[in-house]
């Protein structure tokens, strides 16, 4: 299994409410942090829960985020058909 693919399910398995959650999700913020981002990108083509591809997402280095690297950035989620899944709605009481 590539290292892409298990940081993917260890990062779904973090934002899951059982077992080990908080462990896991901190390990997987470890390993993010000391993760290019190019492969950063990459994992973004695996399929991660919302809160997920957020952390991800806010593990890309400044010059990823910057204005003039927002372009490419766009450009290389929607050539992958990157798709961000919204949270679940409350649904309202009455």
Same mark, same amino acid.
Not at 14 to 20: F, I
Not at 31 to 53: G, K, M, W
Not at 58 to 69: C, K, N, R
């Given at each position: 299994m590539?290292q892409t693919?298990?940081?993917?399910?260890?990062?779904?398995?973090?934002?899951?409410?059982?077992?080990r959650a /908080?462990?896991l999700?901190?390990?997987?913020?470890e390993?993010?942090a000391q993760t290019? *981002?190019?492969?950063?990108?990459?994992l973004?083509?695996e399929?991660l829960p919302?809160?997920?591809?957020?952390i991800v997402l806010? *593990?890309?280095p400044?010059a990823?985020?910057?204005e003039?690297?927002?372009?490419?950035l766009?450009t290389?989620l929607?050539?992958?058909?990157f798709?961000?899944?919204? /949270?679940?709605t409350?649904r309202?009481?009455?």
């Amino acid at each position: 299994m590539s290292q892409t693919r298990a940081l993917a399910e260890d990062l779904t398995c973090a934002m899951s409410r059982a077992g080990r959650a /908080p462990d896991l999700r901190y390990k997987a913020e470890e390993r993010l942090a000391q993760t290019h *981002h190019e492969d950063l990108l990459s994992l973004l083509r695996e399929p991660l829960p919302y809160a997920a591809q957020n952390i991800v997402l806010e *593990h890309l280095p400044p010059a990823v985020q910057a204005e003039e690297s927002a372009r490419d950035l766009l450009t290389s989620l929607l050539a992958i058909d990157f798709r961000s899944h919204s /949270p679940p709605t409350s649904r309202a009481r009455t």
